[in-house]
């Protein structure tokens, strides 16, 4: 793990460099020698990788005997063999993007004919972005979009049987789309992003693997949307002399939101959240709550809903798990399902898709099973087990509706950390106003489950109680670590001597709260309707602390980039009537000839 660590930081130097001297006006000749050694070396090091990764996926792990034990060992192998398998995709991933990059940085393009039908594209749409050529990127993104609407999107993942190779080839195309979707927006292009983002989603829905397929569209959506709004914040600032209403601006963030919402809506619809999603179906569910009354008290103890445990038996397959447990079965405590089954009382395809069903969503949603063990006396009877999937129910419909509402929350989070403090109030108000109803339909529903079972789980409690206007404040208390860190001259800088403040600008000045204090006001209000189960560390929380290591490594970045190196390119200098006109064709193809005045 260590020398691919050591590998993948090379791969982002090489591709932090090539950036560097696309952007440079003259390249010395030595240096072009070296970004063509540099090149031959990426290309030798995909190969040599792509033994090791064929060298780890063929490696086999010896089947345990069924036991709880050898289970958990067996788990215990596996997840590093899959780990390491992640870690050594991932570095490949990283040393196909230099590869681009630095045949986009050098100076004379690679012939017709050299590179694959889908490198070239590549290459010429990197080539214009690195130069900050906006008029290049739009003529060859065209281009591009044709290319890669052949490629696949989706992949099924390792641990659900899928291929590395068709793992690798996804996680490739998804590192390029985020790097277009990023930069994108700096250079006034916000429609072209919108339709690279909208050609993400045709490639999804052209290409789908059989089995379990992962998609990591709604992670390419926050780049988008995040990228196109931060651009629109910034652009702003020079507008009307720098007095830009804030409620025009608002107009215009959501004019753009509503944009994304639609599409967002679509994939939405065809996407599973989560296992429970499954038991929404009022018949599965009784199904699933009567198998539990029947057998659960032989199947579903604590002591055997380790995580290692549930997942060797899922990997292993539920078959194999009911065959070890008749072999194994004890004479004096016999087993009800197992008398059922062979007394055709319970068909066997039916006791492994609940298995499977239930088995899946303690894995999802281990955190859950963990505070449901550790805080209730129900989890001593596994009979009563539905009871769990039943809050879960309950969590899994809120999650589909802040799910749907991501777009209008990202929007809160660039207004709320690009400095804009009024508008996000306003943002935030209307935002409070229509979720109202729809929060409180799941607290009233959470009470009645709270009454019917004589339990409470303190994390889902806590997550309904947010009433998804919760973590708009998490926002404002992220925007306010950097002012706080700058007020407090940390991390340690030169600064010069403040200038006296005189008059009524003083009075006003002595009367503003400090960011501290405003942060502080901030975190003792959200604690009073926060409490936790105290088994981990709150997700507020650790993004508090990830804004604060941002702020103290000095990093202007707050989007996720997957250390990704940095390409600077000049703000983001889009004029309003840039910005309306591209509102106006947005949904126009980016090959269209038309241009509006």
Known sequence: EPRLGF????????????????????????????????????????????????????????????????????????????????????????????????????????????????????????????????????????????????????????????????????RTIQALIRRLLRYLPQLGLLRETWHILRTAHQMERASRPQGLAVTEFDRLFRIALKSTLECVVQASEKWRAGRFPDEDLIELVGSVVELYLDQWLEHSGTMRLSTVEALKLDGLWDETRKFIETYGGELFHARQLTLGNVRAILHQGIDNYLGFLAENEDPLH??????????????????????????????????????????????????????????????????????????????????????????????????????????????????????????????????????????????????????????????PQATEPAKPVKGRAKAVTSQMPSPFRRLQHLVEEYLKTTSGSGLEVPPWLRSLEDELNRVQQEDDRWQATDFEPELHLPPCSLNLREMKQQLRQWRDPLSSRKRKP
């Open 334 to 491: 016999p087993s009800k399902l197992l008398a059922d089954l062979e007394a055709d009382k319970i068909d066997q395809d039916d006791v492994v898709e609940h298995l499977a069903l239930i088995y899946q969503i303690v894995v999802e949603r281990y955190d859950r099973f963990l505070e449901y063990n550790s805080t209730t006396t129900q989890s001593d009877y596994g009979e009563v087990f539905y009871s769990l999937l039943d809050f879960l129910r309950l969590e899994t419909a809120y999650d589909r509706d802040a799910w749907n509402l991501l777009p209008v929350a990202l929007a809160h989070e660039v207004l709320a950390r690009s400095g804009k403090e009024d508008a996000a109030q306003i943002w935030e108000d209307v935002f409070t106003a229509k979720t109202e109803d729809m929060a409180a339909r799941h607290l009233a529903e959470l009470a009645r489950l709270e009454r019917q079972y004589g339990m409470r789980l303190p994390s889902v409690t806590n997550h309904l109680q947010e009433q998804f206007v919760k973590p708009l404040t998490v926002n404002k208390m992220v925007a306010l670590i950097g002012p706080t860190c700058a007020e407090s001259h940390w991390p």
């Open 7 to 170: 590998l993948r930081m090379l791969a982002q130097l090489w591709q932090s460099a090539a950036g560097m001297c696309a952007q440079s006006t003259t390249t010395d000749e030595d240096f072009a020698v070296k970004l063509a050694g540099w090149h031959e070396r990426t290309v030798d090091v995909q190969r040599e990788l792509g033994q090791l990764l064929d060298s780890l996926w063929k490696r086999e792990i010896s089947a345990p005997p069924g036991d709880h034990d050898s289970n958990v060992e067996y788990d215990a192998q596996l997840q590093t063999k899959l780990y390491l398998l992640q870690v050594t995709v991932n570095t490949i991933v990283a040393f196909r993007s230099a590869e681009w990059s630095l045949l986009a940085a050098l100076p004379e393009p690679p012939a017709k004919g050299k590179l694959s039908p889908l490198d070239d594209p590549i290459i010429a749409v990197l080539r214009a972005l690195h130069r900050g050529d906006a008029v290049e990127v739009r003529k060859q993104l065209p281009a591009l979009q044709r290319a890669l609407r052949k490629q696949p999107l989706l992949y099924v993942p390792l641990d659900h049987g899928g291929n590395p190779q068709q793992v690798l080839a996804a």
